[in-house]
Every structure is written in C-alpha cells, then in structure tokens.
C-alpha cells in the first residue's frame, strides 16, 4: 500500500524545512524506521523517519527545496506496487500538491522559475512575508532588487512604487565599485610621513578582509525570536545573591560517589529548584495568549544549550516531579543530540519556563532574554567564593547570582521578588531537593 | 456650445429622436398632460399628440410589459418610470422578458425599448422612494443599464439608447436634472459601452458615473490645491462594462478609488475593485478604496440623509487615504 511522506512539524513556529538532502533514493528499498531524508528546520538538522517499509517509490520534491510543512515530499510503496501517483495524492486533499507534482513532471524549468519568483516577492531570508505592493513586487523582480534588502514607506512597512524608484535612483548614483577597494583609499603620503612613531603601524599592513556570511536559519530564527521578544515584552529584572555554600558542598560529595557519566552539575540542581519555585508561582509559569493569561498546569524547563553557531532550548518535562538524576540524564542526552543536530520535536518543544547558564565561563550576572510565549526566564552566573557579612565579621563565602527576566504584562515586581525568594530557599537548603 | 439643464439636455435627446423616427413613442405617468414629474416631457404632448406620447394607470408592471409588446411590434417605446424604486414592481417584466426575449427565442425578435427611469438620494423622499438600485440592473446579461453625469452625455447617451436594439435601463439622477452643461446640438449620438475620463490626472485614479461624478469633480479640485491630481473615470454605462479607460489610467496612477451612491456590499464599486484586481494585478501599489452610501435604508432626515449619502469630503479623505497608503 502506498504511503505519501509528507514534511513534518518539528517546531511549534515551523513553517516550513528545507529538504537537505535524500538518503534514499528512488528506488531503494525501505525499512519502517529508515532515515529518508534529512530536513533542516529553523533550529537544527534533523532526520525524516520512514514510518512503513517497501520502496522509495519516488521523490516528490528535490534536494535543496523548502517545503511546507504538511507537504507531500515522496512516495513509500510496496516491493513492485504500482501507483499512480496523481490519485494517491489527489485523494488526499492535496490538490495543490498533486498539480506541482505535475508541474514538477511536465516542465521542471517552470517550476523552478516559479519557485525563485516566489522567493524573491514575498519571502525574504528568514521566511516572513515581506509586504509589497503588487506594482512594486513586479518592479522588484523586473529590475532584479531584492525585496529583502528595501525598506518600504507604506502603511505597517509596505513597499510600493516609490520605494522601489527610489532604490533604482540609489543604485544609479552609486559610485563605481572600483572608488572604494582598498587600493583607493592607501595614501601614498603615509611613508612620507616621518614624525609619527614608526613601531605603531606599518604603512604595508593589510588588515584582512571583511567577511559576509550568510545567516543560517537557526541565526535568522534566533535573531527573529529575540527582536520580538525584545520589542514586544515589557522585561524587568530581578536579581538575587544566592547562599549556594551548602550546594557546593552537596555537589562535591554526590559527585564524589557518582561515575563521571552520571555526574550532577548545578545547573541540574538549579533546574529542579526552579520547577519546585514554580510550582508555587503558576503565574510565572505561564504564556500570554490573545487577550488571556495561560497558566501552565505542566512545568516543562528549557534550558538553553550552546550549538554551534547559536543556541537551542531542550526541554526537560514535568521537573518539578523528576528525580534531580532523571533531569540530569536527560539534559545530557538532548544536548548530545542537539549538539549532533540531531535533535527530536519533543526535545526542543514545550517549555513553559526556559533558564540560561553561564556559570562555567566565570559570569558574574548578566540578564536573558525571555523566550516567547514563555512569562520569565532565569539568568544563572558562576558560584563564586565571595567576601559576606555574616554575624558582623567578614567571611569567605559561596554565592551565585541569579537574574529573572520577567514579562511585566504577566506578573509584577513583587510576585518576581517573592519567586527569588522561594527559590533562594530551595536552593539554600539543597537536600530538600534530592528528597 | 449652448449651456443648457440636464433636463433640457434629454428633453432634447427625446424630442429630436421623436421628430426624426415616428416609431418612437413616450409612455408613463404623468408624461403627457402635466408634462411629466420632473418636467422633462412638458409641451410634448400638445406637439406629438396623445397617441405618441401616451399617460398610463399608476401600474408600472403594465407600463414596462405593454411597452415590451410594443417593442416586439416594430415600435419604439421610451417608458417612463417616475423613479426607479418603482422598476421593482415591473421587475419580472425587466429581468424575465425584457432582458431574454432575444435570447431565448433565437434572436427572433428584438425589443428596442427604453425605461428612463430616476434614481438617487439626497431630496427627502424618503427610504422607499431614494435608493440607488443600479447595480442590481446592471447584474443581468440582457439588459443595458446606462446613467449619465453630464448633460451633454444626456443627450448623447439617450439618442443612442433610443436608436439601439436593445432592452436599456436609462438611469437619470433626481438631483442632477438642473446640472448645467455644454451640450452639442443636433444629431449628437455618444455610443452606449464607452468610459471616458472626465479630468486628467496622475496620482489616484477615481473611478465614478452619475451624480458621484459631480461631486467627485468637486473632490478633486480641492486636491489639486493639495497638490494631489485626480484622475477621473466616468463610466457612463455600467453594462456592458468598458474597463479600457479605467486600466489605462489605474496603469498610470496605480492607485485608485471607486465612488457611487448606492451601497457598498455587491456594489458598483465591487465590480470595479474586482476587475482591476483582475485586468491589472501587477499595477496595484496600494489597496484600492471605496467610497458608497452607509450601508441603512436612506433616512428622511435632512442632515442624516446627506450623512447617509456619500459627500465631498469621504471623497477627498478616500483620494488621500490611497494616496498616502
């Protein structure tokens, strides 16, 4: 029986992936689990299963191609199975599809001509719709201007006529290219120049060149996310100086009767207190929604893990009831996974509550950014061995600084104040937390 | 060139169609004796005589049908509906025969027959008698619905209309009739299916007809002293349809509005908005507005019937809306 594959979901902001790369081609055969391709999504390369076996009866679309999500993208048939294809997709409501896929048959230039059409008038690089007028997106592809690269003068941003005019008489005006490489801009009066010290500079020193690299889709989907973030969340911060001299301690001693495989970090404590914490504040535990507050009955933690090249938020579900080994062993196999780019849905869906540390590279505080649609997120820096004030005399004494970044839409200053509090506690009394 | 009265102006049209074709003959109430209700028939009947210019019962139904058999015998009936809200009451008439004979019976017949009939708000009459209905004659292949903004074009269009072969609706507007013009003299035909711009201009392109172009007009010389010039597409005949002018101007402009009396929902403007969508997509830089009569059964109130109605200045403020948008 025949089975359409079609391009999965594995961000809840996905809305399309970019199919990388087949692993199987037409024709090879397929065993229910197989990897058949490899999409690349917003936040990380990741691998499409097969979900029965037979052959890979035929590509739907080629490598190199971002697809919707919902698509059809291949054909799984059995051994020798015949299909006609336009019924198969035809009889699954995909009309659109099964006339590209004609498209695609009957006259490939075409499509591909109509694809990059497309890209160039109403998407720009990080997948949101560019609005522009349709005189100025027909000047734009007429002209060969990228959308992307203008700035439109109408209302809520929208290019239009002018717009375009005006980009057309800047390109006009601009200087040959020649005037500004760098040969231009030596003066050769700089060896003449003898009052200056010689040891500073050399006159032959070539800096090197400027580097344009594209962003990636991860950069372009962090870069998005923040700047909504930024420019929509009314952030105020929070931030309190942790007595963690009992968790050092617990933490070399449960670490000292732990293989190094099954080590506890601090960040694995700072998790579960955390959840404890919100367990008791369900109004930071929550996301905004249209014209409502959610409360999150669940306390799913993402924790942010450095990948290269950005940042990806796995996610630890129900920590406030796991065992702190349990929200250990996890953290440690999604960041494996993440870091491979090989990461699941599950693992980077579904927080309701994200925190970000920085205390293995020496932070004294910093502030994050919360991460939409989420109400807070907790900035950890280093424990550090600090000068306190304790009974009147002056000690050396363990303290980690903590920074809630919250949503003032959805709680106050008071309501962050008493969370800190709560959370001081727990992790002030860490035993509670192996409890 | 002689400034007369839209109504001189069709008053001429009927007259020199009369004295030139004897198969043309005027029925309708009150059109002979007292010279019609707007006045524009007054001294026919002591000209023509009662056989050609003919007063019927207050039964518009009988009026429209008896001028459609008349028709069918090789005359050539101008029918008088004192206003158009009254058209409904003969509509079955219109839409059912009228508009199909030729169609249905292989074209064996032709029904040249005009229904100069009166429409618009804006002289307290009230709901019943104030609405503007147009487009719901112009949605019927078979009929030809025509309504003029100018005398000249009065003049011009009725001749034609009376000339023509086919069933037309010949819509004049109640507060236009003493709207004065330049009109030609003498055998002035203007053909039936043709917009034409009535003022030049280059940034937004209005598109209007009847008593909407008078007002639009005013609009656009109070923005041109903005610096803002209108152009100014009078469609003249809303079906057949000729959208030639309106996409030669809105390829210039790219911008545009559409202004008519009636309501906006399944309106003129509607169409209008649809076809440019259609003919000119590529030359859309700004969403296109509408400018039409508030969507309530006409008030008689003074004040809030002209609120009602579409003014000057909803004009002005659509032009700069669309300009600035």
Redesign the interface.
Known sequence: MAEIVRMPKLGFDMQEGLLVRWVKQEGDSVQKGDILAEIETDKATVEVEAHGSGKLYRHLVEADTSVPIGDPIAIVADEGEDVNVDELLGSSGQKEASSSAEAKKEAPEKKEESQTSESVESSSQTGERIKA??????MAEDHQLELADLSGS??GGRI??KDIEAALAAEKSKPVEKEVQPEAIQRPTEEKVEALPQAIWQADYQAPKDQSVPMNKLRQAIGRRMVESKQQIPHFYVTSSVNVESLMLLYKQVNGSLPKEQKISVNDYVIKATALTLRSFPAINASIKGDSIVKHGAVHIGVAVAVEGGLLTIVVRDADVKPIRVISDEVKKMAARVRDGKIKPEDVEGSTFSISNLGMFDVENFAAIINPPEAAILAVSSAQQVPVVEDDELKIGWRMKLTLSADHRVTDGVEAAKFMQTLSKHLENPLRLLL | MAKITMRQAISQALWEEMERDPSVFILGEEVGVWGGTYAVTKGFYDHFGEERVRDTPIAEAAIVGAAIGASLTGTRPVAELMTINFAFSAMDHIVNEAAKFHYMFNGQMVLPLVIRTVGGGGRQLGATHSQTPDAIFAHFPGLKVVSPGTPADAKGLLKAAIRSNDPIMFIEHATLYQTRGEVPEGDYIVPIGKSTVQRAGEHVTIVTYSKMLELSLKAAEKLSKEGIEAEIVDLRTLRPLDMEPVIESFKKT?RAVVVEEGWKSYGVGAEIVSRIYEEA??????PIKRVAQLEVPLPYNRRLEQKALPQVEDIISAVKEVYN?
Request: aromatic share 12%; charged share 30%; glycine share 12%.
């Open positions: 007028s349709p005189l100025a997106k027909k109408g209302p239009v006529k | 790219n997509f590529d030359f859309v830089d700004a948008g």
